[in-house]
């Protein structure tokens, strides 16, 4: 155990050197989420009646696109490592190989818990306030970070079966169109009813709510056993363990 876990760290601080490095997916990750933030506020907001202020609507769904945009990166950070021999060398040395696989991700998480504050600073700026404690405050991080693990996990499994960045690269269609169909953005039931069966049940929209419940101050969803927060927290532990476990199974059957 202490050998396996002495390994995870090497890889979990070879994967934050890696992302130090990568000036360019950093500024784009941080960019990116900031850019649609101004967008939908400064050009849709005034248009859309969610029945509050705009900002504080749509953060909570920027902040997790924000958070699902970083963890797509991963995937071309896997599938490097699998393609340039990087697993073969580790696999020849006296190290539990598939911990490449566990640093990526907790580098991912590391590095999106830097991107979301950015993004929060941004939007208190704009005129977000949050009424939450310091207990809710805390929620809604872990909530963040279940949610940019079981999708970090998904990102490394595509990165381990795919056989070329470009591939590697599409996951990040799936990551933003996710948030789009769900309560990101517009409250579900403006959907047309074909697409809001979908909405209302896939991952992200249980996860957008007990996000923006917690940071309203509003603990009565997370209260509820049968609300989002239970729905959430079973989506991402389900969807996390199922694609970590295929994720360590592809790269073992991978040569």
């Given at each position: 155990?202490?050998?396996?876990?002495?390994d995870?760290?090497?890889?979990?601080?070879?994967g934050l050197?890696l992302?130090?490095?990568d000036?360019?997916?950093?500024?784009t990750a941080v960019?990116l989420p900031?850019?649609?933030?101004?967008?939908?506020?400064?050009?849709?907001g005034?248009?859309l009646?969610?029945?509050?202020?705009?900002i504080?609507?749509?953060?909570?769904?920027?902040i997790?696109?924000?958070a699902g945009?970083?963890?797509a990166?991963?995937a071309?950070a896997?599938?490097?490592?699998?393609?340039?021999?990087?697993?073969?060398?580790?696999?020849s040395?006296?190290?539990?190989?598939?911990?490449v696989?566990?640093?990526?991700?907790?580098?991912?998480?590391?590095?999106?818990?830097?991107?979301?504050a950015?993004?929060?600073?941004?939007?208190i700026?704009?005129g977000?306030?949050?009424e939450?404690?310091?207990?809710?405050?805390?929620?809604?991080?872990g909530?963040i970070?279940l949610?940019?693990?079981?999708?970090?996990?998904?990102?490394?499994?595509?990165g381990?079966?795919?056989?070329?960045?470009?591939a590697?690269?599409?996951f990040?269609?799936?990551?933003?169109?996710?948030?789009?169909?769900?309560?990101?953005?517009?409250?579900?039931?403006?959907?047309p009813?074909?697409m809001?069966?979908f909405?209302?049940h896939?991952?992200?929209?249980p996860?957008?709510?007990?996000?923006?419940?917690?940071?309203?101050?509003d603990?009565?969803?997370?209260?509820?056993?049968?609300?989002?927060?239970?729905?959430?927290?079973a989506w991402c532990?389900g969807?996390?363990?199922?694609f970590?476990?295929a994720?360590?199974?592809?790269?073992?059957?991978r040569?």
């Amino acid at each position: 155990m202490t050998y396996l876990l002495r390994d995870v760290s090497t890889m979990t601080v070879r994967g934050l050197r890696l992302v130090s490095r990568d000036v360019d997916a950093m500024i784009t990750a941080v960019l990116l989420p900031v850019v649609i933030l101004l967008m939908f506020v400064l050009v849709f907001g005034g248009a859309l009646d969610v029945g509050t202020d705009y900002i504080n609507y749509v953060t909570p769904g920027v902040i997790l696109l924000a958070a699902g945009f970083g963890a797509a990166n991963t995937a071309l950070a896997v599938e490097h490592d699998m393609s340039s021999g990087m697993v073969e060398r580790l696999r020849s040395m006296p190290v539990t190989a598939w911990t490449v696989l566990s640093g990526h991700v907790v580098a991912s998480l590391a590095k999106n818990l830097a991107t979301t504050a950015i993004v929060f600073g941004v939007s208190i700026l704009m005129g977000f306030r949050p009424e939450a404690s310091a207990l809710e405050w805390l929620a809604a991080v872990g909530m963040i970070l279940l949610f940019v693990g079981w999708i970090t996990w998904l990102a490394a499994l595509v990165g381990v079966l795919v056989r070329s960045p470009d591939a590697a690269g599409g996951f990040s269609f799936i990551v933003m169109f996710l948030p789009y169909v769900s309560s990101a953005f517009v409250p579900v039931d403006t959907l047309p009813g074909w697409m809001r069966g979908f909405a209302e049940h896939q991952p992200v929209t249980p996860v957008i709510e007990t996000v923006r419940g917690l940071l309203a101050g509003d603990v009565a969803t997370a209260a509820d056993p049968g609300g989002a927060a239970a729905l959430a927290v079973a989506w991402c532990l389900g969807l996390g363990v199922t694609f970590a476990v295929a994720a360590g199974l592809a790269f073992r059957a991978r040569r």
